[in-house]
């Protein structure tokens, strides 16, 4: 899953590491690539669009999350396919029968295990470890309906050693976006939270307590 105006996955950029640098320590190195990567071709290029969508240049540089902060976003949640290949049209069809129910399950699923963690004190494994799995394997299990497809977008880059310009990789890389309301999947997610809470049996209080916080964070913020 798609990561970065126009800079792409894979360009080479030169990286300096910092830190705490002590008298034992080597001084920090700076390393530079010598691999290039250009853009040849992008889906808007016979359009005369010059410019990569705002929500994908954002996903390339900062993750899914920021794409939510974005304004016209405002209000969603936004799940983002990302695949490469040499092949647009096979891409294409990729685009065409992205799974997105999937998506939607495992981003919920990974969601709600980071608020369980949370409200377990960072101790899923020990005494909440069956209550919480049951919760978060069955995030991961269910269909979640109201998603749309909102764009999508394709580019091609050629990555190279500009010593050896005549060796190259060409290479295609797919975006595709979907969103579904904030307020519609936080209900769904809360309406499987409260079914399997209901059907375990022998929860301990504390369980229960760590799922109470979940279920109000949900209310009040969205997962």
């Known amino acids: 899953m798609i990561r970065r105006g126009i800079v792409l996955a894979l360009i080479a950029t ?16 700076e390393l530079e690539a010598k691999v290039k990567s250009e853009v040849l071709e992008h889906k808007g290029t016979a359009l005369g669009v010059n410019q990569l969508p705002v929500w994908v240049e954002t ?15 405002e209000g969603s949640y936004c799940f983002i396919g990302e695949e490469a290949g040499t092949n647009l049209d096979a891409l294409q069809v990729w685009v065409s029968s992205f799974d997105i129910p999937s998506e939607i399950a495992a981003n919920v699923s990974t969601r709600v295990n980071a608020l369980f963690t949370g ?23 269910a269909s979640y309906s109201g998603a749309r497809k909102v764009n999508d977008w394709w580019v ?11 060796k190259y990789v060409d290479e295609y890389r797919c975006y595709v976006l979907y969103t579904i309301d904030k307020d519609l999947l936080d209900r769904q997610v809360l309406e499987m939270m409260d079914k399997v809470a ?19 964070i949900m209310e009040s913020e969205g997962f």
């Not at 960072?122 to 049951?134: R, V």
């Not at 091609?156 to 005549?166: A, G, L, N, S």
Request: with cysteine; proline share 5%.
């Open 59 to 73: 996903y390339i540089a900062e993750g899914v999350l920021a794409v939510e902060k974005l304004s016209s976003y």
């Open 14 to 29: 030169a990286l300096v590491f910092s830190g705490c640098a002590s008298k034992d320590e080597p001084e920090p190195k």
């Open 198 to 216: 209901t059907e375990t049996v022998g929860a301990t209080d504390a369980q229960k307590s760590a799922f109470n916080n979940v279920r109000a």
């Open 156 to 166: 091609m880059t050629r990555r190279y050693d500009p010593d050896q310009k005549k």
């Open 119 to 141: 409200a377990a004190s960072g101790s899923p494994d020990g005494e909440y470890g069956t209550y919480f799995e049951n919760i978060v394997k069955t995030s991961s299990g």
